[in-house]
């Protein structure tokens, strides 16, 4: 069999786990709380409080959305036309042309001219979180986040495409099978040192302080058997009025974390609550879970590119020989872009399930609905959150269940308990 069938026939396979993975991982029999219920939430909100919330989104959103399709061309015009391969060339001629100068410099240039082209739009947005009172770092702090994730990003893609490209040069025939091993490695190794590299870049980690809450915190998660080392206090406040947290990390990397906002604005019920849901992420292991399937993705990725790059008419579209050479990355990049806007709707569905099964976890860990309802009351006023989004955008986008049916699913738990 040729490379090319074995491509195939790796692709299958990978699609195949993909589909399995996600049948297998993702609780999916857990449809949302009756439509009727969360009506009656939206109702229990306070009117004035949504209309600000909706104001804010509708504020919001124009630059979102342009932002996302600006990219998109800019993307397109990069790799279905010349533009981008005579970007990586002109990246690489002050090197005599080298490859890795080609690869590494020109595939920095392609994807940092993709983030010059809608750093307007980000500008907007974080004018439009000032105007809001969310945004707490100013255009100082906002610049520096930039650059650091600029730096950031720079890092990790200049090791990439260095890996990637010296692949293919040592194995023209095969790269794609060990680029598809790397690309899973990869992701598999960042979910390991992000919260340890990369995380610490943003922001400063504290461990909680002690006292009555942490003590309550510490003993739920050992009530129910997801051991803790430790909560970990984000200083989200110097950029961000917004309350939050989450897990991350892998095994020995694994942490809860909270921001430093929530601890300050909410009760100690709420804060528990919370962190009750961050427990069911680790519980059910929804880190590695996603760390997983990503791998896979990723993957499957890069042996689709080999396979679509290997098409004649795109090739000729991007003026390049083969999808090997340097100058093709940014071919690659209008690919994979046109797929993460295909595959956005997917994700975001997936990731509501496993959030809603971290909600429900939440509500038998405490038994506290009512703390688990006014918590969600209090990330909807504070973030201004939109209730209940409109429905074109949820399903797109959202990555959680909407305020209205997280707390429609309480009233259900609390009618189901009797409490
Ligand atoms: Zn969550």
Redesign the pocket.
Known sequence: MTPRGWALLTLAGLAVALLVAAALLIPWHRPPAPRADQLAALRDLPADQVAHSREFRSALRPAGWAAIGIGLLVALALGLTPLGSRLVELAGRPFGDHWAAQAVLGGLAVVLVADLVTLPFAAWRQSVLTRYGLSTNGWSGWTADLLKSYAVSAVIGAVALLGFYTVIRLSPRWWWAFGAAGAATLVVLLSFVLPVLVEPVFNRFTPMEQGPLRTELMQMAARDGVPVRDVLVADASRRTRAVNAYVSGLGPTRRVVVYDTLLREATPAEVTAVVA??LG?AKDRDVAVGTLTGALGAAAAVVALYLLGSSGPLLRLAGVESVAQPRAFPLLVALVTVAGLVWAPAQALMSRRV?AR?DAHALALTGDPAAFEAMQRRLAGINLADPDPPRWEYLYSAT?PSTVERMAAARAHARETGR
Request: aromatic residues 0%; hydrophobic residues 15%.
């Open positions: 849901h961050e992420h959030e971290a959680h």
